[in-house]
């Protein structure tokens, strides 16, 4: 009965007292008084062992029959029992008695004591656990905050690792060059799609693109090396149809894993002549100013597949105003049919050539990757021939 007042803290009293009833016999008066909340008289279960009377001020009242014993242990009569019988118990019955009551007093004691003592542990563990909780919610915003530096620190490094692998704006009269570029994953900022170009020393624009085999930083390792030495054999003077072939007889001795697709293209901004050779590289697009666009077709095979090299070099005429589209197989594969890519993609240029050119190539991949079943490395180049 005590048990809900005394979780919560209200004081609870207990008396205690022995009376007499109407026939005299001897009995153990026992009240609970419990505090009352908003007039609610207090409820007794009828769970409860021994039957209790209930009061208006909230006093719950147990009358315990007290035994009458004699000295040698056998019961002592009382009121209306034979004439023969005392009709009074005997002293040593009544002392019994209060000795009964003096035992069952000091028991109801320590159990209050009881009480008492776990109401306080379990105050004392309240508090403990309310300050561990506070020190484990300051660790957490420490570990925040410094998961926070952390991921600062990270993103500054991986912009400055981009930075380092792209190469240098392009400013030739005539031209207007656009990219987009994004990585498989967020943990993997970087994978093997790469592009460079550059100015031939007659002027004409140079550019490559590069998907090696894999995805992460192996993969950059590989595309780094193979751009490096297409830049080297280019501005040797190296013929476009031989680089690809030259670029595997290079690299071959020092590292037989190598394995990338590749595209090259160069622009005569002066004539607007087009070169392209390739090497197992998906077909440049190109859209043209009346609207209509098409895919320049050249087989080839990579750096590291067997026979490397490009069959031929394509040559077409770029007018003003119309754009060419570079780019890897992540554009065009993300829902694992090349063919089904290749339509999309060649209705989305005709679609934004129009735009401006630095944003062709993110709007193709927003229309083209906005239903990704296989995720890869994307990347693609928008270049514009404008007028000189």
Not at 69 to 82: A, D, E, F
Not at 149 to 170: I, S, V, W
Not at 216 to 245: M, W, Y
Request: aromatic letters at 2%; glycine letters at 8%; hydrophobic letters at 40%.
């Amino acid at each position: 009965m005590a048990a809900p007042a005394l979780g919560g803290g209200r004081p609870v009293t207990l008396m205690s007292g022995r009376e007499t009833d109407e026939d005299g016999a001897h009995q153990l008066t026992l009240a609970l008084r419990l505090p009352q909340q908003n007039s609610v008289p207090v409820v007794v279960p009828e769970r409860l062992p021994l039957r209790a009377r209930t009061h208006s001020d909230g006093t719950v009242v147990w009358n315990l029959p007290l035994p009458s014993t004699g000295t040698n242990g056998h019961p002592v009569p009382g009121i209306g029992q034979q004439a023969c019988r005392s009709t009074a118990p005997s002293a040593a019955a009544a002392q019994s008695s209060e000795a009964d009551v003096a035992l069952l007093e000091e028991e109801l004691r320590a159990a209050l004591a009881r009480a008492d003592a776990l109401a306080d542990e379990h105050r004392m563990l309240k508090h403990e656990l309310a300050e561990t909780n506070s020190g484990v919610l300051a660790l957490y915003v420490q570990l925040e905050e410094r998961d926070e530096q952390l991921r600062t620190a990270h993103g500054r490094t991986l912009r400055a690792l981009e930075d380092a692998l792209r190469p240098r704006p392009l400013h030739v009269d005539g031209l207007e060059l656009a990219v987009h570029y994004a990585p498989a994953s967020d943990e993997a900022p970087t994978g093997g799609d790469l592009y460079d170009w550059f100015t031939l020393p007659d002027g004409t624009v140079h550019i490559t693109v590069v998907d090696a085999l894999g995805h992460g930083i192996t993969s950059t390792r590989t595309a780094l090396t193979v751009t490096h030495s297409v830049r080297t054999l280019a501005l040797e003077g190296h013929p476009l149809e031989s680089i690809v072939a030259r670029t595997d007889s290079v690299l071959a001795p020092f590292d037989q894993n190598v394995m990338a697709t590749l595209l090259l293209a160069r622009l005569n901004l002066a004539d607007g002549r087009l070169t392209l050779a390739n090497g197992s590289h998906p077909p440049a697009l190109l859209a043209r100013r009346d609207g209509t666009a098409s895919y320049l077709e050249v087989r080839g095979r990579g750096v590291g597949f067997p026979m490397p090299g490009s069959d031929r070099v394509l040559t077409a005429t770029m007018e003003p105003d119309d754009v060419l589209l570079l780019y890897t197989d992540g554009l065009t594969e993300s829902r694992r049919d090349p063919c089904e890519g290749e339509a999309r993609l060649k209705e989305a240029l005709c679609r934004h050539r129009a735009r401006p050119t630095e944003q062709i190539p993110g709007l193709l991949a927003e229309d083209l990757l906005s239903d990704v079943l296989h995720q890869d490395d994307t990347l693609a180049i928008a270049v514009r021939r404008t007028a000189v």
